[in-house]
């Protein structure tokens, strides 16, 4: 198995090279796997003038999977728009057509504590977001910002095809057969079309599983009771832009957002594999950031890409594992627990593996 390795951005050398150890030691295990390394988002900018380097995208092209750090760092925030750091994720994306995003979120029962949330509202609690990635507001035309009677006006286009909304409304029935067969698609769709649209398609493609209980939900109420009443989700399927600020919604309910990996999908399985968190330049290159959520990626890797179940198993036990030592990164450290760096992290998992 090829995997190309982009770690992008503030911290995500560092973490990259901590999953990058666990892949590591999986090889010397004698799993078959060839890492090959490429810049991306300011990095790429920085090392040949594109945040997505055509280098860059032939390897993940050629690649089986595509392990990813973070992208973007307030020194390229004055770039014009195409050279962003942000603009070379969602090519990325959209080039190698992975528009399925699953986005779990898990709490670890020692984390509990780490929630913002009572413990009792988020034990026990396991929610799997699956976010169309290649459509909606990030990607339709128009968009711009221009002069409209004599003042500056901004503006996207939300738009899905039902093409679009077909294609991961069956992931996502797919995921909720194998889990609680519960699917709740969020949308606004007592405001836009789009998102009315959305829901015909799922009602349409809800009839092909008729063991699923499809329910329907408005991100603004989605938002709520991700909040108020959590475990009542089984499998969320939702929009580009709804999934984006719900999955860092749900990610806190897991103590935090330095926990949640995510997998993102062709249509062959070939994915793309990142933490949902950002670069979070305050803490880069200090070795402090949580190295778990990239690390629990690499599981999801095993899981999806290479269909080896044991091996994504094996991953997130050595996880489960390290969390039950009570080692902690800054970000879920809770009085009475360790706290260790992100390589000390690292070599954690590996041990535990
Ligand atoms: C994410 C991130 C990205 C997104 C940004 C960095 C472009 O927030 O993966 O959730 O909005 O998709
Ligand atoms: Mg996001």
Redesign the pocket.
């Known amino acids: 198995m090829k995997i190309a390795v982009l770690p992008g951005d503030g911290i995500g050398p560092e973490i990259v090279a901590q999953a990058v150890k666990v892949l590591d030691a999986l090889r010397a295990d004698g799993a078959k796997i060839e890492m090959e390394t490429a810049p991306i988002g300011g990095a790429g900018y920085d090392a040949a003038g594109d945040p997505l380097p055509e280098a860059t995208l032939k390897l993940a092209r050629d690649a089986d999977a595509v392990l990813l750090g973070a992208?973007?760092g307030p020194q390229y925030d004055t770039l014009d728009r195409p050279l962003r750091p942000?603009r070379g994720?969602?090519r990325i994306r959209k080039e190698l057509n992975l528009f399925a995003n699953l986005r779990p979120a898990l709490l670890y029962p020692e984390l509990a504590g780490a929630s913002s949330l009572k413990p009792e509202v988020v034990s026990g609690l396991d929610i799997m977001i699956v976010r169309e990635l290649t459509g909606d507001v990030y990607f339709g035309q128009p968009r711009g910002i221009e002069v409209r009677n004599g003042e500056r006006v901004g503006f996207n286009t939300m738009l899905y095809s039902e093409s679009e909304v077909r294609r991961v409304a069956h992931v996502a029935f797919g995921i909720a057969m194998k889990r609680g067969r519960k699917l709740c698609s969020v949308e606004k769709a007592n405001v836009l079309e789009c998102s009315e649209l959305w829901k015909e398609v799922m009602i349409e493609v809800s009839k092909q599983y008729p063991e699923v209980e499809l329910s329907h939900m408005y991100v603004d109420n989605a938002a709520m009771q991700l909040i108020r009443a959590p475990k009542q989700f089984d499998t969320m399927v939702t929009g580009n832009i709804f999934g984006?600020i719900l999955?860092d919604a749900a990610s806190m309910l897991s103590g935090s957002i330095g926990m949640l990996p995510s997998a993102s999908l062709d249509e062959h399985n070939k994915g793309m594999y990142e933490p949902?968190h950002?670069s979070a330049p305050d803490i880069a290159g200090r070795n402090l950031a949580n190295p778990l959520a990239t690390i629990l990626s690499v599981a999801m890797m095993y899981r999806y890409t290479f269909a080896d179940l044991a091996t994504a198993d094996r991953i997130e036990n050595a996880v489960k594992k390290v969390v039950a030592q009570g080692l902690r990164t800054g970000d879920i450290w809770t009085e009475g627990t360790r706290k260790v760096s992100c390589s000390e992290m690292g070599d954690a998992v590996v041990a535990a593996l």
Do not use: M, R
């Open positions: 992208v973007g942000e994720l969602l984006d999955s949902i950002g």
